[in-house]
DNA sequence: ATAGCTGCAAAATGTTTGCGCGAAA
DNA sequence: TTTCGCGCAAACATTTTGCAGCTAT
């Protein structure tokens, strides 16, 4: 795997993110560091990151961009219906369904998607505050 | 809720289907009774009936097109990245964790997507064959 | 009459790709 | 010298939408 430098830069500017940005997020913050940059080169570095699994991707159902992560570690992702934030979650016994699972139906899992959709903290106190103040 | 004949005819073949048709798929299903329907109709009504909580919509994790199911229950989807199937899975006790991970983080789950990636036993074989063909 | 539904075609959107050029191994 | 990566712009694919007419209430 080589690494040129808009690919090391894309790959570190990811890895700082605490939030999963989508590519043109990922474009914006880059372009800070070389405007020259084109925003098809973001997308082919993080195809040719995802394809090597240094990076995830990440389509949360109900949104239409993709999103990026450059957490390796097994976790789930829990999408807010209010301010679509996506936060991580870890959930340390989920891959032992995967025997049971090709025990019963043959399917060999690789990899799981694990996404809760619902509304976060301080979305859930937004909306009661709006309706009290009704 | 009001049923048009489009409407109806539309949710009436998702139902009939056992795997899950992307909105293409249904377009042709649908125009050998109704030759004279659009694409664009079939979209806007899978919309209302998936706002409307009557069917579900899914967009598996590296495909481009949505798909759409008509079972209500809670259940998992195994998607195989050979021949691309979406297989079903009951999986009874998920919904467990919606309180714990509540409890945890102040999430509120309302909706479930899990979706195991992998290789289901057809492709497994067909790809077991292959090999020790060469 | 009024609200909702439809076909059609055009638009919108996120992502990919072809090309010619330049940099790196 | 050959492979890979790049910027740019055009192409692509799925889905949405504006419009004008129609259907049912």
Known sequence: MRYSSRRQLILDTLRSCTNHPTAE????????????????????????????????KFEPPGQ???????????????????????????LPEVSSIDEEVEKITGFCTEQRDIVLNGVC??????????RTAL
Chains 1, 2 share one sequence.
């Open 25 to 56: 997020e990922l474009y914006t913050m880059v372009r800070k560091q070389m405007p020259s940059i084109s925003l098809g080169t973001v997308y082919r570095n993080l195809n040719v990151l995802v394809d090597s699994d240094e990076i995830r």
């Open 121 to 130: 903290r301080s979305c859930r106190d937004l909306l009661r505050n709006q």
């Open 64 to 90: 239409i961009k993709a999103r990026y992560d450059a957490k390796r570690e097994e976790h789930a992702h829990l999408v807010c219906r209010e301010c679509n934030t996506v936060y991580d979650l870890n």
